[in-house]
């Protein structure tokens, strides 16, 4: 049959004990999920604002689809390109202090559209061990049009160093996370900057977990640093994640973002996103800029958990941002320690190899702006039980 190396690989997987399931939410994204009749106190999200569930931003679409219709019609360049989307991308350029920005409908299909286009035959591309699955992907496009790649040890910048010295390709492309999305940590921004201007490198940042919570007005991890625009730079962002929408922006140079638009396949070749879509990323976008509020509790929140977590059995990475993973070690621990907390209303999910290394398996602990004190309490009262 044609479907028996399919039934026999996935009888693999299970017997690995990786098989995956979708939990089905009865309820709106938010601090508390409604999950199989029951609510759940969610570390789970990547909603670190609170916003997903937001009713101004809801309000936003809501109008913008009475207004604007549910369907986009076309690709951006052939008729598209409504009036909401031009708008979400002055918002964006305007807040970021770039000059250009063009939206995605995700991000993924953002660094799809940046690597490959930037970096084809004879360009080579330099890439932390630690980059999300999408550069991962973004980088073996590149390779399939001729370009040469290397990975670089996790925020090593002597090892990147070497790399570039010893590369004589007339176009070079560095591409990293500015916030790991399964460690929290920050990359070293100023040393990539000055390492890209040493070697006259593109540098590609993925701000998917910085933009919103980090550096004044949430601008991103790029405004923690201080570091301001410059054309070497393409900084992409998701609006998924603390925006609480979908999609996602690549902001640059005009030249640049004008070289995308015309060249990107992953813009070129999919239908725009709905434009109530970009209604509502326009209202989060106020949000975001007023919220200094929601930032501050945010970081209050991570504090509280990092100091209540501290001396216990398992801990905490280093990490400044949202994302809070908690090693402890072997797969089955990390599941069985997740499985206790659901027991006791908690969401935090396990992630195993081959996502993170091996013998670091985690709880990835996502703490968001609207959990309360006495959520982060609950949690830390059971991972001090179960410890
Ligand atoms: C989530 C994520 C993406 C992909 O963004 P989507 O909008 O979810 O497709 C890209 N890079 C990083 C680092 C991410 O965490």
Redesign the pocket.
Known sequence: MIEDRLQAELAEIASLGLSRRRRVLESPCGRIAAVDGRKMLNFAS?DYLGLAGNAEIARAMADGALHWGAGSGASHLVSGHLAPHDRLEEEIAAFLGFPRALTFS???LA?LAIVPTLAGRGAAVFADKLN?A??IDAVQLSKAQGADSQRYPHNDMAALERQLAASSAPTKVIVS?AVF?MDGDLAPLPLLFQLAERYDAWLVI?D??GFGVLGPHGKGSLAHFNLPFHPRLLLMG?L??AAGV???FVAGSDIAIEYLLQRARSYIFTTAAPAPIACALSKSLTIIKAGDALRANLFARIGQLRDGLAGLRWSLLPSLSAIQPLIVGENEAAIALSKALWERGLWAPAIRPPTVPKGTARLRISVSAAHTAADIEHLINALKELA
Do not use: E, I, V
């Open positions: 990547n995700t991000g993924y660094n999300h999408s550069l996370d999305s993925d998917a977990h998701t998924g994640k979908g999609g996602a």
